[in-house]
């Protein structure tokens, strides 16, 4: 069955630690693959997305991700977080544009001053 | 960006009674509407995908008596829990797309509604 898996349920850093948030997906043929970020009582937002190309994508904040096709995974990286970064963040997954997304089961990051 | 306007953020209903919920596309047509519903600690399940000038097509396991989905024009998409009980408390968002977005497929999504049923 198509899934995706973030390792971490609870990060817990503190400002200027560097991050990184695990993905893996299980799913045949091509890939999308999307992070979304969750500010408290707001929309979900989309980070980053890769579609095909360069595996490295770089989405806005800072955030960045690679796409390793051999381990099936996209992990979210940032290299020095802040207080503002505290929300709860998202991997999903679809195969064919416009389509509905699976998206694992989020990763809440709290950053403290 | 896009905006979509989900209402209300939060309700709280007796067991027995029926709630509705409102997805909106502010600035574009929402050709598709998705609807989502998140448990606490798991992840985003897809309940149903409105397409514009269909019937919403629900995923296995979500029953459409209990959810009815209205994409009642291409800014506004309804979902009525019907007769809801306790179980049916969670977490649900939807997202919109409209022609250019599916293109280029990005989602843009409501904040969602914590539905608490007592």
């Known amino acids: 069955a198509q899934s995706v898996s973030q390792h971490n349920h609870h990060v817990i850093l503190s400002e200027a630690a560097s991050l990184e948030l695990g993905c893996n997906y299980s799913y045949g043929g091509t890939v999308n693959l999307f992070w979304y970020v969750q500010y408290p009582g707001q929309h979900l937002q989309l980070l980053l997305k890769y579609f095909s190309g360069d595996p490295l994508v770089k989405g806005i904040k800072g955030f960045e991700a690679e796409f390793i096709k051999s381990k099936f995974s996209f992990n979210l990286r940032k290299p020095s977080v802040q207080w503002s970064d505290t929300a709860e963040y998202f991997c999903a997954v679809n195969n064919q544009a416009g389509t509905a997304l699976i998206f694992g089961k989020g990763t809440t990051l709290s950053v403290s001053s | 960006g896009a905006v979509v306007s989900q209402h209300p953020s939060r309700v709280i209903c007796k067991s027995g009674t029926s709630v509705k919920i409102e997805c909106r596309s502010l600035d574009f047509q929402a050709t598709t509407m998705f609807w989502y519903r998140q448990f606490p600690k798991q992840s985003l399940m897809l309940m149903a995908t409105?397409?514009?000038?269909?019937?919403?097509?629900?995923e296995q396991g979500v029953e459409k008596d209990k959810f009815l989905i209205n994409h009642a024009s291409l800014t506004l998409s309804t979902l009525t829990v019907t007769s809801a009980h306790p179980e049916d408390s969670s977490f649900y968002i939807c997202s919109a797309l409209d022609r250019t977005s599916a293109a280029k497929n990005i989602q843009y999504f409501g904040a969602g509604t914590r539905l608490s049923v007592l």
């Open positions: 409105s397409n514009e000038g269909s019937k919403a097509t629900y």
